[in-house]
């Protein structure tokens, strides 16, 4: 009975060490080379949109970026631009240059482009110069504003910037907007 046992502990022993180097090959397959640069943009967002060509429809929207590498991402900027025939106008926790900065806004963006422009938005976060590895950075509670004409049509597009990603990385999506207004009619 004693050899029996033992033979059972020599193949559980040997079952282990088998599984031991098994995982260490998964682990050395899936783990990442070196460093890791990754990251991903994205909006979020919701609509209100009125069928009054009296009111105002508009969105709510957020644009994240996430560091999904093992590596900080350093002076990140983005671009949000609007379609030329947008009928959006753009608000959000902005202001146009470091002298009207409040020590009190938490979550801010510097707009570092003309001001004049109204359907692009160089935004560079206010006190934020390093997005660390696994951390979000977001231009949150942006608003979108129109009034319904007969028709419309909107886009947004995102693009990412920064040390590593001289080039931009595009958001994963866009918010697009159209729609048909009827004055006085059904809809």
């Not at 020599?10 to 260490?24: A, G, P």
Request: proline share 5%; hydrophobic share 35%; glycine share 8%.
């Amino acid at each position: 009975m004693n050899s029996d046992s033992t033979d059972i502990l020599s193949k559980l022993m040997e079952y282990h060490q088998s599984n031991q180097f098994y995982l260490n090959e998964l682990k050395d397959a899936l783990l990442p080379r070196g460093n890791r640069l990754d990251c991903i943009a994205y909006f979020t967002y919701s609509l209100h949109l009125a069928h009054d060509p009296a009111e105002e429809s508009f969105c709510l929207g957020s644009f994240h970026i996430q560091n999904i590498g093992n590596q900080p991402l350093t002076n990140p900027f983005i671009h949000i631009t609007l379609s030329q025939d947008a009928p959006f106008s753009l608000q959000g926790k902005l202001v146009n240059n470091k002298l009207t900065l409040s020590k009190n806004l938490t979550g801010g963006w510097e707009r570092i482009n003309d001001r004049a422009n109204r359907f692009e938005f160089h935004l560079r976060p206010i006190g934020k110069t390093s997005i660390l590895p696994g951390e979000t950075l977001s231009f949150s509670n942006f608003q979108l504003n129109w009034k319904p004409s007969s028709s419309y049509f909107g886009s947004m597009i995102g693009t990412l910037f920064c040390d590593q990603h001289p080039d931009g990385v595009a958001a994963l999506n866009s918010i697009n907007v159209n729609g048909t207004s009827t004055i006085g009619g059904d809809i």
